[in-house]
């Protein structure tokens, strides 16, 4: 990975003058390996390897935020004192500064991811027609798999032995013969008997 070069250890502008202080740069940031002066429980080095501490990174690329989460399930991190939103605060390191009224919209919806690869700045109304976009394809999916449940299948094959004809099972159930054919011959819901 590029980014361990790209940036210095907070190691620069820290003057030796005791030997306290050089005790404190035999401390090495836990991410990039460069001198580090901190001295906390954890020693990283920077705002950027602080992201690279406190994220899992996930098959699908993103970055799931590890550290303190808020109410709201986004990621927090303190920067200067100051309590920030994870991804928001990845944005601006990796990115670019957000401008003001600004949102930071997640490409993967995933509230707690921090890559900035899934992050772009957006407005409001963008942020909320992505909602709209995502919660209709959520009902789509829903809707096509709560069509049939496991036990109207199992009320399907026994209507079939009863001798009901398959047009008028199909009807009962708003799905096509071609389905209910599938059914009991074993193409589709295999796994019921
Ligand atoms: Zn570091
Ligand atoms: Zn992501």
Redesign the pocket.
Known sequence: MGWTTIFN?CIINFIIKTIEDYMIIKHR?E??D?P?KRTFSRV???DK?RIFAYIKKKEDGCWVWTGKKGQDMYGQISVNGKRKRAHRVSFELFKEKILPGMLILHSCHNTLCVNPDHLRQGTVKENSNDMIAASRSLIGEKSRRAKLKEQDVKKIKELDKQGFCRLSIAKQYGITRECISSIILGKSWKHIN
């Open positions: 250890a940031c991410i990039c460069m580090c990283i080095c920077s390897c």
